[in-house]
């Protein structure tokens, strides 16, 4: 399971009451290489660095979970993610008014914990990797031990506050292998894959 976002230089995936988004998404918009999207409202032209590098991991992506901000930052897409997978949303109750308007939307909510939200979305993936997005829901997953690769986007911004990438991770410090390097278009793509907690 592996979890990716867009990440400042100071290690925010948003910036003060959510600011900083046109920075951190640029590179989606940096080059002549359209990328395809499920939603209409969204749309990808990417370098060739950056478009090789994403269509990568979206040939090893099945599922995504995501946290209940994000969804309703977004109103759920839509009912359509732009990345065309079926999305696992962890929630304390079920949006019931918002699924009754998207019938048919790949979409399933799960009011358990990460454990169950994580299960759900290797149901959905159909033997692909499942991603979690970054925030509260992967320092979740990185805390209960499911977390094995995290990939930070690095956009050469500096926030100065807002929301991390990583939150409360449980037993600290955690090691982690790599990276991997990619560089993209005003984004470098670090690919790091996590140890597994000592037992001892």
Known sequence: MTTSASVSLDGYISGPQGSGFEHLFAWYDGGDHEFPSANPGV????????????????????????????????DGWGGTHPLDKPVVVLTHAVPQE???????????????????????????AGG???????????????AAGLLEEVVLDVVPVLLGGGVPFFGAI????????????????RVTHLRFRVRPLDPA
């Open 128 to 142: 692909l990797d499942v991603a979690v997005n970054a925030g509260e829901i992967a320092s979740q997953a990185l």
């Open 43 to 74: 749309s990808f032209r990417l370098s060739a660095a950056d478009h090789a590098y994403l269509t990568a991991a979206m040939e090893r992506l099945g599922a995504l979970v995501v946290g209940r901000r994000l969804f309703d930052l977004t």
């Open 98 to 124: 918002w699924v009754d308007a998207h019938p048919g939307a790949p979409f399933r909510f799960v009011t358990g914990g990460i454990e169950d939200a994580v299960a759900a979305g290797h149901d959905a």
């Open 170 to 185: 449980g037993a600290a410090p955690r090691l982690l292998d790599g990276p991997d390097v990619t560089p993209g278009e």
